[in-house]
T-cell receptor, first 116, second 114 residues
Framework: NAGVTQTPKFHILKTGQSMTLQCAQD?????LSWYRQDPGMGLRRIHY???????DKGEVPDGYNVSRSNTEDFPLRLESAAPSQTSVYFC???????????????FGEGSWLTVV | GENVEQHPSTLSVQEGDSAVIKCTYS??????FPWYKQELGKRPQLIID?????GEKKDQRIAVTLNKTAKHFSLHITETQPEDSAVYFC?????????????FGTGTRLKVLA
């Protein structure tokens, strides 16, 4: 049971290039999301999906696209990368914990992306 | 808009002392308050959480308190150890899965000095 797996872990991209960050989960969670982490900004949600075929915008969606064709995979695509998209990206699944009465987020290991 | 303010941004304590991190949220409908710990180069991981109908929760050396009236909650770490050094994030959440919103604080870098 690997949890949430992200690839690549590190990548350098040139301005204007496109790339896809891959996310795969094996916990059968319906809810998946992408976050970016920037110094002093905390964790901000980019896009999310509650089930296969359903995606929606988070708080900072501009410049990113997602798709959800099945339960396991939730790729994040940068169509035309900009230096402002240099960040650490986390894919995350979420599940409701009855014991705590709230939704726990389980993060992947992160993808460090630099746009030059 | 909705936000979560977290203070301090950095905190240094001597090993064995206590550390307190405070968060204030703006949305009074928030009903779930988790804390995440992120070690250098690693993913954030849940360490403790509290529901809005509970005032305090403790798990060994860590505890969280919630003041709904003032809309703030705090993380308390007692008898700090070097392995407690990390970035800690608070969050405020509301709603059911699928429609819920999770707002994170900006993080506190805790350094435990040996």
């Amino acid at each position: 049971n690997a949890g949430v797996t992200q690839t690549p872990k590190f990548h350098i991209l040139k301005t204007g290039q496109s790339m896809t960050l891959q996310c795969a989960q094996d916990m059968n969670h319906g809810y998946l999301s992408w976050y970016r982490q920037d110094p002093g900004m905390g964790l901000r949600r980019i896009h999310y999906s509650v089930a296969a075929g359903i995606t929606d915008k988070g708080e900072v969606p501009d410049g990113y696209n997602v798709s959800r064709s099945n339960t396991e995979d939730f790729p994040l695509r940068l169509e035309s990368a900009a230096p402002s998209q240099t960040s650490v990206y986390f894919c995350a699944s979420s599940f409701y914990r009855q014991a705590s009465g709230g939704n726990t987020i389980y993060f992947g290991e992160g993808s460090w992306l630099t746009v030059v | 808009g909705e936000n979560v303010e977290q203070h301090p941004s950095t905190l240094s304590v001597q090993e064995g002392d206590s550390a307190v991190i405070k968060c204030t949220y703006s949305d009074s409908a928030s009903n779930y308050f988790p804390w995440y710990k992120q070690e250098l180069g690693k993913r954030p991981q849940l360490i403790i959480d509290i529901r809005s109908n509970v005032g305090e929760k403790k798990d060994q050396r860590i505890a969280v308190t919630l003041n709904k009236t003032a809309k703030h909650f705090s993380l308390h770490i007692t008898e700090t150890q070097p392995e407690d050094s990390a970035v800690y994030f608070c969050a405020a959440s509301k709603g059911i899965l699928g429609t819920y919103k999770y707002i994170f604080g900006t993080g506190t870098r805790l350094k435990v000095l040996a």
